[in-house]
């Protein structure tokens, strides 16, 4: 059983379409995060939500947006995708209170 | 600022040595702490969490935290290269935020 999916695992789109990436975790946990892992392997957190409360890193462009329909779903979608935005995408989850996150295998993003 | 450094290496040892990873951070009054594992093209894995100062061990790992001095350390005795791969530090700064902060990874590779 996979504690954390994400679907695809590979991504590969033109510059200015608008793509979804999807998270599940069965870990029965509150908390869900979305990282980016740039070419340089630093992990930045770009969003986490918990009980409907959303906190955004400043940095990330307004074009990234999660969507979560449930506790058990957090989806990160991209408008209007740039060069730059190629990366790996990380999502995880955790017990808020407890912070040991498990992560998702990633999304390898390829812009062209 | 939240700052959490690590040494990126590599840091290269031989099969059965004791390998020695650091990492420092800046907010003083963090109260969590954890090392993550991700091989090259995975996703991070949590190996250590530690909360105490002192030394807490699992298996050939061990995790050592001192907060007057901001550092927390991890030690792998009895190096295998199966152990290779880069090392992420995680601190949960303290206050409200249940967002930890990673340091960029310390490449460790252990050599037969």
């Known amino acids: 059983d996979t504690a954390v999916s994400q679907t695809p695992k590979y991504l590969v789109t033109q510059m200015g379409n608008d793509k979804s990436i999807k998270c599940e975790q069965n870990?029965?946990?509150?908390?869900m995060y979305w990282y980016k892992q740039d070419s340089k392997k630093f992990l930045k957190i770009m969003f986490s939500y918990n009980n409907k409360e959303l906190i955004i890193n400043e940095t990330v462009p307004n074009r990234f947006s999660p969507k979560s329909p449930d506790k058990a779903h957090l989806n990160l979608h991209i408008n209007s995708l740039e060069l730059g935005d190629s990366a790996v995408y990380f999502c995880a989850s955790s017990r808020r209170e407890a912070n040991e996150q498990y992560f998702g295998p990633g999304t390898r993003l390829t812009v062209t | 600022q939240k700052e959490v450094e690590q040494n990126s290496g590599p840091l290269s040892v031989p099969e059965g040595a004791i390998a020695s990873l650091n990492c420092t951070y800046s907010d003083r009054g963090s109260q969590s702490f954890f090392w993550y594992r991700q091989y090259s093209g995975k996703s991070p894995e949590l190996i250590m969490s530690?909360?105490?100062?002192g030394d807490k061990e699992d298996g050939r790992f061990t995790a050592q935290l001192n907060k007057a001095s901001q550092y927390v350390s991890l030690l792998i005795r009895d190096s295998q290269p199966s152990d290779s791969a880069t090392y992420l530090c995680?601190?949960?700064?303290?206050?409200?935020?249940?967002?930890?902060?990673f340091g960029r990874g310390t490449s460790l590779i252990v050599h037969p």
């Open positions: 530690i909360y105490s100062n």
């Open positions: 995680a601190v949960k700064p303290p206050g409200g935020s249940y967002i930890p902060t």
């Open positions: 870990l029965g946990h509150d908390t």
